[in-house]
């Protein structure tokens, strides 16, 4: 197949495009820089660069691909997460760029687009399993433009066309994923960017199941599908297993108060329990995870990196 990647130079996509040429998949991969276009280019993919916000330009960068593949994000970094505006570039990716993606799409005859999400909407379910008809939380604020181009992005599904909304648990690990070193900073200090109850449950899932994952949506139909680790983790064990797999004191979590007084009603969705299930997906495309749990991964990524 055809597929037009957003997002391939980031720390989803890098995973993401090799996985998608060893299935047998040509790429066509967005990149803003001519670095990251040489690497692309050097590991098969034909890079191009489009501003995604350019309508126009969006649909004759399309053109020819048979599916779409929006991974594109700008998640803020944690000085600046805490602020509105740091939110806004993101915001846009998920809203205005999903808009002029799915046009593009449209106009240009693909057949299925693939939007990436997040399971962070879920309302609080204590320790029952979340499906993907689970309540949502019921003030989404900086989280309600993830909802809206989850929609823009099912809009596009139609007789022979199909659209799918992969929601994500909280990435971690991967080439490249800036968040590990960070929360090994952060560790130093017996800190983390985990926030909430040590007892709530959270959804993670590794970068490099992220990648399968999205291969295997090339093949499922039309739906929200959740994608996470087969055994989401208390926050508390979550942190013992990042502790144990690099030598270093369990880091306490941010408390939650104060991620409320910073972030607002969207704030909700950073530390309820989210026990999420990833059945859905299972059952629909026969994917799983390499890594069913954040102790085997975080395992992994220490020794990739060298570090136990």
């Known amino acids: 197949m055809k597929v037009f990647l957003t997002g391939a130079t980031g720390v989803a996509g890098r995973a993401t495009v090799p996985a998608l040429l060893a299935a047998g998949h040509q790429v066509r991969a967005v990149s803003r820089r001519p ?25 004759d960068a399309v053109v020819g691909s048979e599916a ?89 599904a139609s007789d022979g066309d199909t659209a799918v909304v992969l929601r994500f648990g909280l990435f971690y690990g991967g080439a490249g994923n800036r968040g590990t070193d960070e929360n090994l900073r952060l560790a130093r200090f017996r800190r983390s960017q985990i926030a909430g109850d040590t007892g709530n449950y959270m959804s993670s899932i590794h970068c490099d ?24 983790m208390t926050r508390g064990a979550y942190l013992t297993a990042f502790a144990t797999a690099f030598g ?24 309820a329990s989210q026990r999420v299930s990833n059945r859905r997906f299972r059952d629909a495309s026969g994917w799983a995870p390499a890594y069913p749990d954040a102790r085997v991964g975080w395992s992994a990524v220490a020794a990739a990196r060298g570090d136990r």
């Open 35 to 59: 670095e990251a276009a040489a690497v692309l280019e050097a590991a098969g993919a034909e890079p191009v660069t489009v501003d995604l916000f350019d309508a126009d330009a969006v649909r």
């Open 68 to 156: 779409v593949v929006h991974l594109a994000t700008n998640v803020p970094e944690m000085s600046k997460a805490a602020r509105p505006r740091g939110w806004e570039q993101h915001n846009r990716l998920r809203v205005d760029a999903t808009r002029n993606l799915v046009a593009a799409a449209r106009a240009t005859g693909a057949t299925r687009f693939v939007k990436e999400s997040i399971t962070f909407v879920y309302a609080d379910g204590g320790d029952t399993w979340l499906d993907e008809s689970a309540p949502l939380l019921a003030d989404l604020g900086l989280l309600a433009p993830t909802i809206e181009g989850e929609d823009l992005a099912l809009g596009f």
């Open 209 to 232: 199941d992220v990648a399968t994952a999205v291969v295997a949506a090339l093949d499922v139909p039309t739906g929200i599908y959740n994608v996470t680790d087969d055994e989401p």
């Open 248 to 271: 270093v004191k369990v880091p306490k979590p941010t408390p939650g108060r104060l991620v409320k007084l910073l972030g607002g009603p969207s704030a909700g969705g950073l530390i």
